[in-house]
């Protein structure tokens, strides 16, 4: 199967032995609830990061150089249970061979899998969640394994901080913890401290799980159920950057929920551009 590539990077830079970073396009929409589409983001994705400058500005380095594989699509028709199954034995091969995982999704239910293979690989996982919705219901729809769910299952596996919410259930907030919740309307412009206090509460391991929505809707539009209120590129971008520098080692992330839709081509490279920013910063310093 001829695979677009992340970046669009030659044969020398894609190759699976050399390649420290792994990315796995998961295009899945079997749960979501609003707008459909969501299946279409992972190509939209690598379209779109086939026009990135791969030299990153503010680390001063080209972490392609590290070798960035793209995987063929996992494709699955089949419930989100059996979907999760393969995704966790999918993250469980890279993670053995010494690979970084990167899931672009697809709608939010794509992330349990690999939160479940992280949890098994470090003990102390814990998950940073960047969103607008809590994900926090323990069935929806008759599933356990919906995208409403997300962060139901991961906390079972793992400590978890959620960052962005300005939407939930009222079943879900009875559950919160308020110590490890960072909801959008207490995030101020001029006042980063709370960005500390997030990283403070992740473990030594993190899995970072990034959906689309949590930015705002003024500027990440392409989304099936979008926000307002919600986060801009520079906060969502600083959140990043200090976690990287904090000592903490993140082990894999994913990026999920994009809606590709005509004439948002700016959101289709907004999300391409967070993929390698956020891989800028995790490599950035190794040797």
């Keep these: 199967m001829n695979v677009m590539r992340f970046g669009d990077l030659p044969d020398e830079l894609a190759d699976f032995e050399r390649a420290a970073v792994a990315v796995l396009p998961v295009p899945y929409d079997g ?8 299946d279409h983001g992972p190509q939209a994705i690598l379209e779109a990061s086939a026009n990135m400058e791969l030299y990153d500005l503010p680390t ?29 034995r999918h993250i469980t091969n890279l993670l053995t061979a010494d690979k970084f995982p ?13 939160i479940l293979a992280a949890a098994r690989r470090h003990a102390d996982l814990s998950v940073l969640q960047i969103d607008a ?18 962060m139901a299952r991961a906390r079972e596996v793992a400590s978890i901080v959620q960052v962005g919410i300005r939407s939930m259930d009222e079943s879900e907030a009875a559950h919160i913890d308020p110590q490890r919740f960072f909801p959008a309307h207490r995030i101020v412009d001029n006042d980063d401290r709370w960005m500390d ?5 992740l473990t030594d391991h993190i899995y970072v799980t990034i959906d689309l929505d949590a930015f705002d809707s003024s500027i990440m539009p392409a989304t099936g159920t979008p926000e307002p209120g919600g986060l801009d590129w520079r906060t969502v971008e600083t959140l990043l950057e200090r976690l990287c520098a904090g000592g903490k080692r993140v082990v894999g992330f994913d990026v999920v929920e994009l809606l590709p839709t005509p004439g948002l081509h700016a959101c289709d490279f907004l999300a391409a551009k967070l993929v390698y920013r956020f891989l800028s910063m995790i490599f950035a310093g190794k040797d």
Aim: net charge negative.
């Design 197 to 201: 206090d997030a990283i403070d509460r």
């Design 31 to 38: 749960t979501s609830t609003w707008r459909k589409g969501a």
């Design 133 to 150: 919705h809590a994900d926090t219901r323990e069935t929806y729809e008759g599933s356990p394994f919906n995208h409403a769910c997300v």
């Design 102 to 114: 990167v899931i672009l999704g697809g709608e939010h239910t794509v992330s349990i899998g690999a």
């Design 60 to 88: 001063r380095s080209d972490v392609s150089q590290r070798g960035i594989v793209t995987l063929e699509p996992l494709v699955c028709d089949a419930g989100p249970e059996v979907l999760t199954e393969r995704i966790d």
